[in-house]
C-alpha cells in the first residue's frame, strides 16, 4: 500500500537528521510509528538504511551484524574484521555468527580455519563493537549511514555504548523511534547517552492519527465517509492505527469482516514471538507439526498464512540467499495483543518451543542458547545450569554483557576447574578482582597454571595486596619471556611500586628491560605508568614515547588514557589550560570504550575547570564522575573533589559533611596518596571557615598533618596565619594550597594476558 499522509512528520524528522547525531520520535503505541520509520527510510535514499527492531529486547550489535551478514557486504565485513583483529579474528567471527539464525554455509565457510582460544580481550564493550566500528567508519567514506531503531526503549543496556558509538562517528545519523515514554527504559537509556558530551539529539513529537489521514486513506482505499463517520472511526478505534484500518474497511459497502486470527494465525504469531530471532516458514512448519494445530494440508495453508499476516501488517520477512526469516512487525496489532496475551496459549507454545531447540545440534547458535535457558528457569528444569554454563561461555567470547542471574544459575563450583576458570574470567571482565582472586586461589594441579598466576599476580595489585603483588609481579617478570605480557606485568608493577612509595624499582626495572623491550606491543603502558614515578621533563618524554608506541600498534584506548594522565599531570603542575587542551582530547577518545571508562577523565575535568574558576563546567563533570565511580579509590578521590567545589561556592557545611563522611575509609586506606590529598584539601577548608576552625582541626589531626601534608604548605598556613589573613578564591595563595586530586588510568585488560 502507498504511504499515505504525515507530510509534517516527515519534514520535521528529516530536518532533525539533518541536523542532529541522534532523533528521538516519540510516539503513543499504535499510532503507526514502525510503517513511518520503514517510509522514511525508503525517501532517505542517500543513505546507506538500516531499518532495526528491538522489539523483543533484542542486542542491537546482533541485529545490525545480522542485517550485515544477510547481505552483499559480508565479505567486505569479514575482509574488516581480519584487519582490526589479526589473528583473533576466526575466534571472534565464530562467536559473533554463532548469534546470527539461519546464517547456512555462508557463514560456516567464513569462519574455518585454525581455532584459537575464545576469550574477548578488549577494551570496547563487545566483540561485536571492536569490529563493526571500524566497518562503518570505512562504509561511510562513500555513503553515509542512517541507522533506524524502532521500539529503541526495548534495547538490552549492553546496546547504548554501541548506539552512542554509532552516533559519535562522522557520516552516520541515528533515529531511536520510542513508543513508550513514560517508561524507566526509556529514561535510562535517554539518561545513558547523554553521558557522552560530544553527541547532539534532538525529539520529534510524532502526531496521533487525525480525520486528516482518515479522509486521506479513505480516499485512498476508494471509501467514502461522512465527517460523522470519520469521528466515530476515530472514537471507537482510540487513534489505533491498525483498528483504524479494520475499522474502515469493516465499515464500507463491501462489508468485509475485520480481520481475526485463526488458530494456526495465532500458533504462527506466538512462535515468532517467543522465538525473537525470527523463523523461517520450514521452521514454523515444524513446531506446527508438535501442535495441536497440525493439519494434513499443512504445505498448502502455510504459504496463504504468511501472505494473509503479512497482508495486514502482523508479520514482516527478510529474504537472503533464498532464505526467508519471518519476524512480528508490530507488538500492538490487537489480534497479537489478544494472542500473546492469553497465557495458558503461550505457555504451551513455549514448551514446543522448548522441546524444539532441546534437540541435538541445536544449542550451538546463542540465540538458542539464550531462549533455551530463559524457558529453562520459566519450566523450572533442572537443564538451567548446562544452559547458564553454555550462555557464559559464548557471552565471555564476545564480550557480552552477563546478567548476574546467568552466573547464579550457572551455580558455579569451587571443585570444577573449569567453572573456576570460567568464574576467574567472568569476575575479571566485571572488575570485581576480590571475588576474581578468591576464585584463582581456589585452582588445584597446574591446568593453565602460568596463564592463571600471571592474572594472580595483577588481581593481587588491583586488591591492594601490595607487598604480596610486588613479590609474585617479581618472579613472574623474571620468568616470562614473551614481550607483550612482560610489558604487561611491568605496567602494573609500575603501578604496584608507586602506591607503595617506590619508585626508584619502577625506574631500575625500565633501565634493565628498555633495550629488550622498546617497540613491542604493550610497551606504551608500562611508560605511562613510568610517567607518574618522574618529574616534568622527563613526564612528558614518557607520555610521547608511549603515544608513538601506542600509534604504532592502532590502540585508542593507550592513546587516549595517555593523554588523560598527560593533563592531569600539568593541572597538578598548575598549568590547567595546558592541560585542559589534552584532557578534552582524551574525553572524545575515550567516550568510544564505554561509561565504564570514563569516570577518571571526568573527575580531572572537572578538577582542571576548577582550578581555571569555571564552577559549570566543574560541578557538571564532577557529578558525572561521582555517578560512574563504583570503587573505593576514585569513590574518595572524586569526594575530595566535590568537597573543595562545594568549598568554592561558599557551602562549607556540605563540603564539611563530603570529607567527614569518608574520613574513616581514607584513614584505612592502602595507598598513602588518598591521605595527602585528604588532609592537604582539609586544611584548606578548614581555615576557609575560620581560623579557629582551623586551629582545632590542625590540633586533632597533627600526626597525620606532619606526616602527609607538604612542609611547604604548612609554611604558607603559619604565615597566613600570623598575618591573620583570609584566602579569596581564586587567589595566588588558593591556588597554591589547593591540591588537585587527580585519577590516573593503570589499567589494561588483565584477559589481554591469555
Known amino acids: 500500500m502507498e504511504y499515505i499522509n504525515r507530510t509534517n512528520d516527515f519534514e520535521k524528522v528529516i530536518s532533525s537528521i539533518n541536523n542532529y547525531d541522534i532523533t528521538y520520535i516519540l510516539s503513543g503505541k499504535?499510532?503507526?510509528?514502525?510503517?513511518?520509520?520503514?517510509?522514511?527510510?525508503?525517501?532517505?535514499?542517500?543513505?546507506?538504511?538500516?531499518?532495526?527492531?528491538?522489539?523483543?529486547?533484542?542486542?542491537?550489535?546482533?541485529?545490525?551484524?545480522?542485517?550485515?551478514?544477510?547481505?552483499?557486504?559480508?565479505?567486505?565485513?569479514?575482509?574488516?574484521?581480519?584487519?582490526?583483529?589479526?589473528?583473533?579474528?576466526?575466534?571472534?567471527l565464530s562467536a559473533i555468527f554463532q548469534g546470527i539464525p539461519y546464517a547456512g554455509p555462508t557463514l560456516a565457510q567464513l569462519v574455518e580455519g585454525k581455532e584459537l582460544p575464545a576469550i574477548y580481550a578488549g577494551n570496547y564493550s563487545s566483540a561485536i563493537e571492536e569490529i563493526i566500528l571500524p566497518y562503518i567508519k570505512e562504509f561511510v567514506k562513500t555513503q553515509h549511514v542512517l541507522i533506524l531503531l524502532d521500539e529503541a526503549q526495548n534495547m538490552s543496556e549492553e546496546s547504548y555504548n554501541l548506539v552512542a558509538n554509532l552516533a559519535m562517528a562522522d557520516g552516520v545519523k541515528i533515529v531511536l523511534g520510542v513508543t513508550e515514554t513514560i517508561n524507566s527504559n526509556y529514561i535510562k537509556l535517554k539518561n545513558s547517552l547523554a553521558l557522552y558530551s560530544n553527541i547532539e539529539s534532538n525529539i520529534v513529537p510524532f502526531g496521533q492519527p487525525e480525520e486528516k489521514l482518515i479522509r486521506e486513506l479513505a480516499a485512498h482505499l476508494g471509501l467514502t465517509f461522512t465527517d460523522d463517520e470519520v469521528k466515530t472511526i476515530l472514537i471507537k478505534t482510540q487513534r489505533n492505527i491498525h483498528l483504524i484500518i479494520d475499522c474502515m474497511i469493516s465499515m464500507s459497502a463491501s462489508g468485509t469482516n475485520r480481520f481475526s486470527f485463526d488458530e494456526m494465525d495465532k500458533a504462527v504469531i506466538s512462535f515468532l514471538h517467543i522465538c525473537y530471532f525470527g523463523l523461517t516458514s520450514a521452521t514454523l512448519k515444524q513446531m506446527l507439526g508438535m501442535s495441536n494445530v497440525y493439519c494434513l494440508n499443512i504445505d498448502e495453508e502455510m504459504p496463504a498464512v504468511l501472505n494473509n499476516l503479512e497482508f495486514h501488517g502482523c508479520i514482516t520477512k527478510k529474504n537472503t540467499d533464498n532464505i526467508v526469516i519471518y519476524f512480528i512487525a508490530s507488538l500492538y496489532h490487537p489480534e497479537i495483543q489478544k494472542c500473546i496475551n492469553e497465557f495458558s496459549d503461550i505457555l504451551y507454545y513455549k514448551n514446543i518451543v522448548y522441546d524444539y531447540y532441546r534437540r541435538p545440534g541445536m544449542v550451538d547458535v546463542l540465540g538458542n542458547i539464550e531462549l533455551l535457558y530463559k524457558l529453562s528457569i520459566e519450566f523450572a528444569d533442572r537443564n538451567k545450569k548446562i544452559y547458564a554454563l553454555s550462555l557464559l561461555k559464548l557471552k565471555l567470547e564476545k564480550g557480552e554483557y552477563i546478567p548476574e542471574d546467568v552466573i547464579a544459575n550457572a551455580k558455579l563450583s569451587k571443585k570444577n576447574n573449569?567453572?573456576?576458570?570460567?568464574?576467574?574470567?567472568?569476575?575479571?571482565?566485571?572488575?570485581?578482582?576480590?571475588?576474581?582472586?578468591?576464585?584463582?586461589?581456589?585452582?588445584?594441579?597446574?591446568?593453565?597454571?602460568?596463564?592463571?598466576?600471571?592474572?594472580?599476580?595483577?588481581?593481587?595489585?588491583?586488591?591492594?595486596?601490595?607487598?604480596?603483588?610486588?613479590?609474585?609481579?617479581?618472579?613472574?617478570i623474571a620468568t616470562t619471556s614473551t614481550p607483550k605480557i612482560l610489558n604487561t606485568l611491568l605496567a602494573y608493577f609500575t603501578a604496584n611500586c608507586i602506591h607503595t612509595n617506590q619508585k626508584q624499582k619502577a625506574l631500575s626495572e625500565y633501565q634493565e628491560k628498555k633495550e629488550q623491550l622498546v617497540g613491542t606491543e604493550n610497551w606504551g603502558y608500562f611508560l605511562r605508568n613510568?610517567?607518574?614515578?618522574?618529574?616534568?621533563?622527563?613526564?612528558?618524554?614518557?607520555?610521547?614515547?608511549?603515544?608513538?608506541?601506542?600509534?604504532?600498534?592502532?590502540?585508542?584506548?593507550?592513546?587516549?588514557?595517555?593523554?588523560?594522565?598527560?593533563?592531569?599531570?600539568?593541572?597538578?603542575?598548575?598549568?590547567?589550560?595546558?592541560?585542559?587542551?589534552?584532557?578534552?582530547?582524551?574525553?572524545?577518545?575515550?567516550?568510544?570504550?564505554?561509561?565504564?571508562?570514563?569516570?577518571?577523565?571526568?573527575?580531572?575535568?572537572?578538577?582542571?575547570?576548577?582550578?581555571?574558576?569555571?564552577?559549570?563546567?566543574?560541578?557538571?563533570?564532577?557529578?558525572?564522575?561521582?555517578?560512574?565511580?563504583?570503587?573505593?579509590?576514585?569513590?574518595?578521590?572524586?569526594?575530595?573533589?566535590?568537597?573543595?567545589?562545594?568549598m568554592v561556592k561558599n557551602e562549607y557545611k556540605l563540603s564539611s559533611q563530603t570529607l567527614n563522611s569518608i574520613e574513616n575509609e581514607v584513614l584505612e586506606h592502602p595507598v598513602s596518596s588518598i591521605r595527602n590529598k585528604y588532609f592537604t584539601n582539609r586544611l584548606l577548608l578548614e581555615y576557609t571557615k575560620g581560623i579557629d576552625y582551623f586551629r582545632n582541626f590542625y590540633q586533632t589531626y597533627e600526626q597525620y598533618i606532619d606526616k602527609f601534608v607538604n612542609k611547604d604548605i604548612i609554611n604558607e598556613y603559619q604565615k597566613l596565619f600570623s598575618e591573620n589573613k583570609k584566602i579569596e578564591y581564586p587567589s595566588k595563595a588558593w591556588d597554591t594550597l589547593f591540591s588537585p586530586a587527580g585519577l590516573a588510568y593503570w589499567y589494561l585488560d588483565p584477559l589481554k594476558m591469555i
Open 418 to 476: 573449569e567453572e573456576i576458570e570460567l568464574s576467574v574470567l567472568y569476575f575479571i571482565r566485571e572488575r570485581r578482582y576480590s571475588e576474581a582472586l578468591k576464585w584463582i586461589e581456589s585452582l588445584r594441579g597446574k591446568r593453565n597454571n602460568s596463564h592463571y598466576q600471571t592474572l594472580k599476580s595483577i588481581l593481587l595489585n588491583r586488591v591492594r595486596r601490595f607487598s604480596e603483588a610486588e613479590d609474585m609481579l617479581t618472579y613472574n
Open 30 to 92: 499504535a499510532f503507526g510509528l514502525t510503517s513511518f520509520m520503514q517510509e522514511l527510510g525508503k525517501r532517505l535514499f542517500q543513505y546507506h538504511v538500516f531499518t532495526l527492531n528491538t522489539i523483543n529486547g533484542v542486542n542491537v550489535a546482533n541485529l545490525l551484524v545480522s542485517e550485515i551478514m544477510h547481505s552483499d557486504e559480508r565479505k567486505k565485513f569479514k575482509k574488516m574484521a581480519e584487519q582490526e583483529l589479526g589473528e583473533k579474528s576466526i575466534t571472534l
Open 530 to 646: 613510568l610517567a607518574s614515578a618522574v618529574s616534568f621533563p622527563d613526564k612528558e618524554k614518557f607520555f610521547l614515547d608511549a603515544i608513538d608506541n601506542f600509534t604504532e600498534f592502532n590502540d585508542d584506548y593507550g592513546i587516549y588514557s595517555c593523554k588523560c594522565n598527560w593533563g592531569n599531570a600539568l593541572c597538578v603542575a598548575r598549568k590547567p589550560s595546558e592541560g585542559l587542551l589534552l584532557l578534552k582530547q582524551a574525553e572524545i577518545g575515550l567516550q568510544q570504550f564505554g561509561p565504564n571508562h570514563l569516570h577518571i577523565i571526568y573527575n580531572d575535568l572537572g578538577v582542571c575547570y576548577l582550578m581555571l574558576g569555571d564552577t559549570k563546567n566543574a560541578s557538571k563533570y564532577i557529578a558525572l564522575a561521582e555517578k560512574l565511580a563504583y570503587n573505593k579509590m576514585p569513590r574518595l578521590i572524586t569526594s575530595i573533589n566535590k568537597a573543595c567545589l562545594l
